[in-house]
């Protein structure tokens, strides 16, 4: 059976509309299941909407229509953005289906009738914007906004009873969290005795939740619902086998939700009896321009931002610098320069040159049919092992989720095609001895072809076009061996896949 990878992305909140942080996320899960797919794994990839919960209610309110309405206008907005991508996602969850309700309602009342949830009362402090119980030393701190002091019945899962077990976990697991900064954070964390979770919100206080099965006077905690979905969608209680065959799940999370996702969800898996993750990698934010992004500054990334940089440059070109420049181990900055100038170094010069070289060369020389191959030198067996130490060194960082290093990798390659060509000047040999000057284009041919099937989850669309030119019949998206190339094919026209951005035109600002 082939083996099954299930790669998750955060539950996007439909209070806010999506911008860069959100389609940075959704993007590098997307380039992770499209290489797994090119290794012939069997892959879930999951994302979806975070609907329920205080916010979400104040948001409908302030728009003046019910919660429902509200979510399915947000959740629409979401699903849009990830069409415009061509997202390849296998489903896509809101947290207010049938399906998940059904979850959620399971697990409360199995908790309940083992004892691990009971009832209490609190007496303390409360973030209504965070929709939080804090701490008097919170409270003194002033973290936290829009404090009230409550008295309050409440539900509460026994949390406290898992942290050693969580802590073994960790030490015995140490791919379980990621990146090493983020797993001391937690271990750090954990240092500290564990509360208990409130998991349930009196109704009269929000009434827009699950209700608990066991007590219809109050709703599920936004989080306890919510981190659920990663269960219910490949079909916990529902489809065992296809729950059996994809969990556990790789969560792919910002670092600012680090805490729900390496505490709470797995206590309440040990709780529920349920394996822990495969993996929880946690990367830092996006700033822009070097600052902090904000609606005031002018300087967030929203959704039509992105997309007016992928009218100037193409949506690929997105996708790529997400991957290639992305906050994996800490922050990243989106400078518009830097993100134009990574265009015209990597991809119109790097990429798109060689294209143009081979591509002229053959059509003016061979009339545009690929040259058979001489006897290879050292330098073509070079190139030829190099391309297979490129393919492993990709899908090991693929293991470590490491996107910026398999991205740098491949056009490590790319360039080392151009600095061959300079080398042999094929443009040069190809006046004295057209069989060593075809050896040397079949040889950066199979190379570039070798790069594209590469790049193919990074440049979806581009190296479609470029499978397309080369005519071969093969189709982007399948791993591409070296000498595969069929001597004697007939290329297509050549267009120019990246042509050269005029920096000049960023002189009238984008925002
Ligand atoms: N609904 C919860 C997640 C529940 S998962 C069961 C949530 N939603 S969110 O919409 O607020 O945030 C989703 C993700 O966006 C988080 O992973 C967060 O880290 C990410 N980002 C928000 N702003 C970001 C940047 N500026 N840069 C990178 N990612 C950022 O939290």
Not at 108 to 133: H, P
Not at 270 to 289: D, M, N, R, V, Y
Not at 420 to 439: F, H
Request: hydrophobic content about 35%; aromatic content about 14%.
């Amino acid at each position: 059976m082939r083996p099954s990878f299930y790669i998750t992305t955060p539950l996007y909140y439909v209070n806010d509309r999506p911008h860069i942080g959100s389609a940075y996320t959704t993007l590098i899960a997307d380039i992770l299941a499209m290489y797994h797919r090119m290794n012939g794994d069997d892959v879930f990839f999951l994302t979806g909407t975070d609907e329920h919960g205080q916010k979400v209610q104040q948001a409908a309110e302030k728009n003046g229509i019910n919660p429902r309405e509200h979510c399915d206008r947000y959740a629409a907005r979401f699903r849009e953005l990830w069409s415009y991508f061509n997202l390849s996602n296998d489903d896509f969850i809101r947290t207010t289906e049938e399906r998940h309700v059904r979850v959620v309602q399971s697990v409360l009342q199995k908790l309940y009738n083992e004892g691990q949830i009971y009832k209490d009362t609190y007496d303390g402090w409360y973030s209504v914007a965070d929709e939080l119980f804090i701490s008097d030393k919170d409270y003194e701190e002033g973290k936290y906004r829009d404090v009230r002091r409550i008295s309050e019945s409440n539900y509460y899962f026994r949390m406290s009873d898992y942290q050693e077990r969580l802590i073994r976990h960790i030490h015995e697991h140490p791919d379980f969290i990621a990146p090493e900064n983020r797993r001391n954070e937690i271990l750090g964390f954990l240092k500290q005795p564990l509360k208990d979770l409130c998991i349930s919100r009196p109704k009269e206080r929000l009434s827009w939740g699950i209700e608990l099965p066991f007590d219809d006077q109050y709703v599920t905690y936004v989080w306890f619902d919510a981190l659920l979905n990663y269960i219910t969608a490949p079909g916990y209680l529902q489809d065992e086998e296809k729950f059996k065959r994809y969990w556990p799940a790789v969560h792919l999370i910002g670092k600012d939700i680090l805490t729900t996702h390496c505490v709470y969800w797995p206590a309440m898996l040990l709780a529920a009896g349920l394996p822990l993750p495969a993996k929880i990698f946690a990367h830092g934010w996006w700033t822009s321009e070097g600052q902090k992004m904000s609606k005031s500054l002018g300087n967030f990334i929203d959704l039509e931002t992105i997309q007016e940089h992928c009218g100037r440059v193409g949506k690929d070109m997105y996708r790529y610098y997400m991957a290639k420049e992305g906050p994996l181990q800490n922050d990243s900055d989106f400078s518009r320069e830097r993100f134009y100038q990574t265009y015209n170094s990597d991809l119109a010069n790097d990429f798109g040159n060689l294209v143009n070289r081979i591509f002229k060369l053959i059509g003016k020389y061979y009339e545009g049919k690929i040259p058979a191959p001489g006897e290879f030198s050292r330098d073509e067996e070079t190139l030829k092992t190099n391309a297979e130490q490129c393919r492993n060194k990709v899908f090991a960082y693929l293991q470590e989720l490491n996107v910026n290093a398999l991205t740098a990798e491949i056009l490590r390659y790319v360039s080392s095609l151009n600095r061959y060509l300079e080398v042999k000047e094929p443009w040069k040999r190809v006046k004295i001895d057209a069989a060593a000057a075809g050896t040397v284009l079949y040889a950066a041919l199979a190379g570039l072809r070798f790069s594209a099937a590469l790049l193919y989850p990074l440049l979806p669309e581009k190296m479609a076009e470029f499978f397309e030119m080369l005519n071969t019949g093969e189709k982007a998206g399948s791993l591409a061996e070296w000498e595969a190339l069929p001597a004697g094919a007939q290329l297509q026209e050549m267009k120019a896949l990246f042509p050269r951005f005029d920096l000049s035109e960023l002189e009238s600002p984008a925002q």
